[in-house]
């Protein structure tokens, strides 16, 4: 992952538009997952955000553009490819409007629907919760996950039976794969251009790997080969994704709150509080930090 830093907390002009530099899902720029936010007046050309994209060398990058102050148009990049739905994103989104506007609703037009950015400052610490669009999911067939499943290196009796493997999605799709011990999840090494081809082919954007901690609690690790990455640090779009396929599926009962903890195993501590109500989009709650010189 490329570590770029900026030389000011105010960001750097690029593009005609101002390019920030924030961690998400953590307080500490050494943590959370690091995106980059791009803000303007008028979108640069699909190529050109595909380009800065690739520059910036984060898992995304967003592009935002204003309708009016709490009206905005958003679009994401990874270095390799356009993404229709980021998480991670859209929670640095909302804590960099609110430093610049001040707290409240933000309405964020995505290529999948309008997501509502909901921030919150209190002692000083910005926080921003997205509600998704409409969460989906469907059972996952014995042929994909035949197939997933050796190129993680993992076998049928490492899974949790209590959670089976299911395509889910809110705002972007995912593979959730549970499994029964702490010590498997813990032991990731995968084949990168294999499992790349398999998650085009299936319409996949990232694994969310997952082991149910306590009823409450799930510990994460999401592979990240169609955007040019090992592994995302902190992926809100896949925990958003997971909670609506943990409702739908009656794995719970909703209305319920769980926490995700990701990124450890990488060295970038996350924490992820997604809460599931009854009905409607799933809500995402994090804060941000900027990355700056030090």
Not at 79 to 91: D, K, L, M
Not at 156 to 169: E, G, N, Q
Not at 200 to 216: F, M, N, S
């Amino acid at each position: 992952m490329n570590e770029r830093i900026p030389t000011s907390q105010d960001g750097e002009s690029v593009a005609d538009g101002k390019l920030l530099y924030l961690a998400a899902f953590s307080n500490d720029p050494d943590g959370g997952n690091p995106a980059g936010v791009w803000i303007g007046k008028t979108l640069p050309s699909d190529k050109e955000m595909q380009r800065i994209a690739a520059e910036v060398g984060y898992s995304e990058t967003a592009f935002v553009v204003p309708v009016n102050e709490r009206e905005l148009t958003i679009r994401f990049f990874s270095p390799e490819s356009e993404v229709t739905f980021c998480g991670h994103a859209t929670i640095a989104t909302g804590v960099a409007l609110g430093k610049m506007h001040g707290d409240g609703i933000y309405r964020l037009g995505t290529l999948v629907g309008e997501v509502l950015v909901d921030v919150v400052t209190r002692d000083g610490v910005c926080e921003a919760s997205l509600t998704s669009v409409k969460p989906d999911f469907e059972l996952a067939n014995t042929e994909l996950v035949s197939e997933v499943l050796p190129l993680l290196g993992w076998m049928t009796t490492d899974l949790d039976r209590s959670i089976p493997p299911a395509r889910s999605f809110a705002g972007a799709w995912h593979l959730v794969i549970a499994v029964a011990e702490a010590e498997r999840l813990a032991d990731l090494h995968y084949d990168f251009e294999g499992l790349k081809s398999l998650m085009l082919r299936e319409g996949l954007t990232t694994l969310q790997l997952v082991w149910r901690e306590d009823a409450g609690t799930f510990r994460s690790r999401n592979p990240f080969p169609v955007g040019g990455i090992v592994e995302d640090p902190a992926t809100g779009a896949a925990a958003a994704a997971l909670g609506g396929y943990l409702r739908e599926a009656k794995l719970l009962s909703a209305p319920s709150t769980i926490l995700i903890k990701q990124g450890d195993e990488i060295g970038r501590p996350s924490r992820l509080t997604v809460q599931i109500p009854a009905s409607g989009g799933i809500i995402v709650k994090g804060t941000a930090v900027s990355i700056c010189a030090r």
